[in-house]
């Protein structure tokens, strides 16, 4: 699952207000799994770097429900949307970036059972420090 996004955010004191204007989710023809998979929702949140050198989620935004059967190759072109991304006042932001959480679900387990999974898409790791209030990643 990729997706590319396209919108504007707001810095406020206890929270980053993201508007969506455009979100193209699409599902590789390479992918390992060739089956399909339910788009579940989408999460938008704060993600920083660990002292390890890997990076992990902070905040995160509610879920934005989407519920779209999808299989590889396929396209979808999700409209405007909004998530509040909570944040503490102190929070300093130029050690922060914004990430999307794309969950979905295999559709046909050989188990039965459901299985989950995620994606994720960034913007620039500098885009506060740019301050600019744009998202295009």
Partial sequence: ??????GEYQILPDSIEVTVAK???????HCPYKGGRNFAYLKFGLATK??????????RSEKFSVNRDMYPRDEY???????SIPKDKA??????WIVVELGDNILYSIDEEPVEGFAYAHS?????VKKENTIKF
């Fill in 23 to 29: 979100a193209d989710i699409r599902i590789s023809g």
């Fill in 77 to 83: 072109s999700l409209g405007t949307a909004y998530f």
């Fill in 50 to 59: 660990t002292e390890s050198g890997k990076w992990k989620i902070i905040e």
């Fill in 91 to 96: 929070t300093d932001l130029s050690k922060y």
């Fill in 124 to 128: 620039s790791r500098d885009i506060f």
């Fill in 1 to 6: 699952m990729q997706g590319d996004f396209e």
